[in-house]
């Protein structure tokens, strides 16, 4: 079955800089790839996704690129706010089969 | 209205007790899952559903049974509980695939004393 690895577990950046969260995958059949925000206490919350057949896409501060190649995947957020501090998660999935997350990433943003 | 929504939000049981948790969705998708986030936040599959039919089961233990009486709904019942079955249970519906994105329920936070 796929595999997503995720790093870091946790990053720590100033406000007001930019983070990066990078996965990677094992399954080359994949062909979607969401990251969810979790909030303390919350939901997991779908915030961008991208499909196989883009390399990049954008919403504002957020970002996602994908090298198939290399079956990898990231998020950048620009221009950190307090709050996007939360947990984040990365994903993939091949058609029918279940979303396989990555682990989490503790994303903390200092004032 | 809240678009996939589970009952109960908290559930604190003894060890050995049978227990359900119910989940709702209002978004015409049509499959559903059950998720399990233990405490270090790790988001696994446990059960996937597709009109109604088991598509998905992965490793778990047979005291834990999903049940689709409708596309709209799926329970997941749990028997003989035990203290590792502590966790946050989290439902989520997509349409037609996973590939469509989910919609995750306000998960329900199991504790078995």
């Known amino acids: 079955g796929e595999n997503v690895e995720q790093h870091p577990s946790t990053l720590s950046v100033q406000e007001g800089d930019s983070a990066v969260i990078k996965c990677t995958y094992s399954?080359?059949?994949?062909?979607?790839f969401p990251w969810y925000k979790q909030e303390l206490g919350k939901r997991p919350q779908l915030i961008i996704d991208?499909?196989?057949?883009?390399g990049e896409k954008k919403d504002q501060r957020i970002a996602v690129t994908l090298n198939k190649t290399a079956k990898h995947f990231s998020l950048h957020i620009t221009e950190t706010q307090p709050e996007d501090s939360a947990v984040y998660f990365c994903?993939?999935?091949?058609?029918?089969?279940?979303?396989?997350f990555g682990k989490g990433t503790h994303l903390i943003i200092q004032p | 209205d809240t678009a996939v929504s589970q009952t109960p939000k908290y559930l604190v049981t003894q060890m050995g007790n049978d227990k359900s948790i119910k989940c709702e969705q209002n978004?015409?998708?049509?499959?559903m899952y059950w998720y399990k986030q233990d405490s270090k936040k790790f988001l696994k599959i446990m059960f996937s559903y597709n009109n109604k039919e088991l598509i998905i089961n992965e490793t778990v233990p047979n005291r834990f049974s999903p049940k689709s009486p409708d596309k709209a709904h799926l329970n997941l019942h749990i028997n003989s509980l035990e203290l590792g079955d502590s966790a946050v249970y989290f439902c989520a519906s997509s349409r037609l695939a996973a590939n469509y994105g989910y919609t995750f329920g306000s998960g329900t936070r199991l504790t078995v004393v």
């Open positions: 399954d080359s059949a994949s062909n979607y």
């Open positions: 991208i499909r196989s057949n883009v």
């Open positions: 994903a993939a999935a091949i058609d029918a089969d279940g979303l396989t």
């Open positions: 978004l015409g998708h049509d499959t």
